[in-house]
């Protein structure tokens, strides 16, 4: 029993504060807490339909097919706030699931900027003095729900930044 609760507590992980936040599910009434990712690299991305940056779909959707059984999370955050994303979740919601078959956790449409911002994000703001500047902001997450680092639009999910960032922490 003792060998149990040994290994129990090596392979269970907190729930940070950070990760500690409750998002509504995209197109939906549900509401899931990020906890649920605790022990898991999370890369969290501000996503939006309708910009230059947008392709990045397809790649973040090939990095988290490739290591999503490793523990990695992609979470994507549909935002408004630099005015190119749908006014409807549903054709956020359908638009993602048609053009980039995406399939990795998508949260509903929320402010990540400002005094506005959503309680997440503003979390993700103060571990890491960095705010979203445009639509595909990133910022990694390691498996003690702690921010790593914050990555620009124009670092692609694919980049070999990005990726060995994430390769270190998995």
């Not at 940070?16 to 898991?40: A, F, H, K, M, P």
């Not at 994507?76 to 409807?88: A, L, N, T, V, Y």
């Not at 949260?107 to 595909?136: M, Q």
Request: glycine share 4%; net charge negative; aromatic share 12%.
């Amino acid at each position: 029993f003792v060998l149990t609760l040994s290994i129990f507590s090596v392979t269970s992980f907190a729930c940070s504060d950070i990760l500690n936040s409750t998002l509504r599910v995209l197109d939906s009434d549900d509401e899931q807490n990020l906890c649920e990712y605790s022990g898991n690299v999370v890369l969290v991305v501000n996503v939006a339909s309708r910009c230059g940056y947008t392709p990045q779909y397809a790649a973040l959707q090939r990095i988290y097919t490739k290591y999503k059984d490793e523990g990695f999370m992609v979470i994507g955050i549909p935002s408004r706030d630099f005015k190119q994303e749908f006014s409807e979740e549903a054709k956020v919601a359908e638009f993602c699931s048609t053009e980039y078959g995406v399939d990795f956790p998508m949260f509903a449409t929320a402010k990540v900027t400002g005094e506005n911002a959503h309680p997440f994000y503003k979390k993700l703001i103060a571990a890491s003095g960095k705010e979203p500047r445009w639509n595909f902001a990133k910022y990694l997450i390691d498996r003690n729900g702690e921010v790593v680092d914050h990555y620009k639009s124009r670092v692609t999910p694919e980049s070999e930044k990005l990726v060995s960032a994430i390769q270190s922490v998995l």
